[in-house]
């Protein structure tokens, strides 16, 4: 099967609230997972077809501490054994299903599809602004029709707001300007690009509560986490003070030509002002709606490839550095020797 992405990386399978008394199916890089939930607590995850006939595990039920199939009644404990057949009074020797390991770090439930004694080696991005006091949080989820390559590219340009987003960007702000850095390592990419000074954004006047009139200085920056995670900020300064809203989009595989999105909204001002939720969660909303839309077209008119042949712009240099971490990935685990990325350095690439 060719696909492009890794396999030896956390990516979420669900968010921790999702995860209740059933048994939850989702795909996941081309293949069908059912998580559930143990008496303890204690989230697992297993390939979603019994070991007898195939039949889908989510369509079973969750007894105590076993996972039971909906068709024979075949009973799984949480590393995939069968330990009991009700139809005879032995367990057929080596009768199991594929256990995947998982990591719950709340919001997210974290799922590892290579192989099981690599994950020990490694853990998900961190998002401490989920859980910190004095952030308040919101959360959507949606399902793109388009590689997950697409959707990290997408989103490490942002050069196009000004023409996608025109009514939503601070009033005269035509274009962006290019990166004012670029920061790579063996496993990330990091941007920075700082705005001239402008008015506030409708969007910006109503969440801060500040002058609209008045001008202001933001950054937008950008990070590809993995190959799993993107994290983007938008900072207002105004009177000694950060206005930070950051958007962090867990981006899992669901299968070459479509993917799920698990987002989460974080702010850290206005805390517990129901108006101000509600407003940055529309906004966001609409943005996701938009960013869908292209998405999908491009992905209908030309997919991934015909996207990743165009003509690069400037604005693409962090997503290229993000392809090209990604590719080196994918050599090894082919177990090609592959050329570690000439930009493999935590110091900054490009300064203004």
């Known amino acids: ?28 890089l081309g293949r069908d997972i059912v998580l559930w939930r143990s008496r303890d607590g204690q989230a697992a995850a297993f390939e979603d077809r019994c070991a007898h006939r195939g039949f889908p595990l989510s369509d079973g039920r969750v007894d105590g501490d076993l996972l039971m199939c909906g068709y024979h009644g075949c009973a799984y404990t949480a590393d995939g054994r069968c330990v009991r057949v009700p139809t005879q009074s032995y367990v057929p020797t080596g ?37 910190e006091p004095g952030w308040s949080t919101f959360s959507d989820a949606w399902r793109v029709k388009a590689n997950y390559l697409m959707v990290h590219e997408h989103y490490l340009d ?24 670029i920061e790579v390592t063996e496993t990330t990419v990091s941007y920075t690009r700082v705005l001239s000074e402008a008015p506030l954004a409708e969007w910006e ?52 030509t479509a993917t799920r999105i698990f987002m989460y909204g974080a702010y850290n001002y206005a805390p517990a002002n129901e108006t101000v939720a509600t407003t940055l969660q529309s906004f966001v909303g609409k943005l996701v709606d938009r960013d869908k839309e292209i998405l999908e077209k491009v992905a209908a008119h030309t997919g991934y490839e015909g996207w990743r042949s165009g003509v690069e712009f400037q604005a693409d240099a962090a997503a290229l550095r993000a392809r090209r971490i990604v590719t080196v990935m994918l050599a090894k685990e082919a177990g090609r020797s592959a050329l570690r990325p000439g930009w493999a350095n935590t110091r900054p690439l490009i300064t203004r």
């Open 1 to 28: 099967m060719n696909t492009n992405y890794p396999t030896k990386c956390w990516y979420v399978a669900a968010t921790c609230d999702e995860l209740g008394d059933a048994p939850l199916g989702r795909r996941l």
């Open 205 to 256: 006047a109503e969440a801060t509560g500040l002058n609209p009139a008045g001008l202001y200085t933001r950054r937008e920056k950008g990070t590809f986490a993995s190959p799993a995670m993107h994290i983007q900020r938008w900072e207002l300064e105004a009177d000694g003070n950060t206005y930070s809203n950051v958007r962090t989009h867990a981006i899992t595989p669901e299968s070459d």
């Open 95 to 131: 009768m199991s299903v594929r256990a995947f390991p998982v990591l719950e770090e709340p919001p997210f439930i974290w799922i590892w599809p290579g192989p099981p004694a690599a994950a020990a080696g490694s853990r998900p991005p961190r998002a401490p602004w989920l859980n």
């Open 158 to 181: 942002f050069s196009y707001a000004p023409i996608v987003y025109r009514d939503d960007v601070p009033p005269g702000m035509e274009r962006l300007p290019a990166f004012n850095q």
